[in-house]
C-alpha cells in the first residue's frame, strides 16, 4: 500500500502576529479553507513552489530553498 505525503500528520503549534491570524481567520470565515490548519498548509505549498521556482530560475541557492523534512 502507497502512502502519500499527506498521510503524516507532525502537529505544530505557531504564534502569528494580529495581521496574520486576522488574514487566517478571515479565509476560513469566508469558507476558502475548512480550517486555520488547512490555510497555512496551502500558504506552506505555495512558498515551496515559489522557492522552488526561484531554485530552478537560478535566483535562489538551492541549499536555501529546501525544506527541512
Do not use: W
Not at 19 to 37: C, I, M, N, R, T
Not at 41 to 61: F, I
Amino acid at each position: 500500500m502507497l502512502r502519500s505525503c499527506m498521510a503524516a500528520k507532525h502537529s505544530r503549534h505557531i504564534a502569528l502576529t494580529a495581521p496574520l491570524a486576522e488574514f487566517v481567520d478571515h479565509q476560513v470565515a469566508k469558507g476558502e479553507y475548512a480550517s486555520a490548519s488547512e490555510m497555512v498548509r496551502t500558504a506552506l505549498r505555495l512558498l515551496m513552489e515559489r522557492e522552488r521556482s526561484a531554485t530552478r530560475s537560478g535566483s535562489v541557492d538551492p541549499q536555501r530553498a529546501q525544506p527541512n523534512e
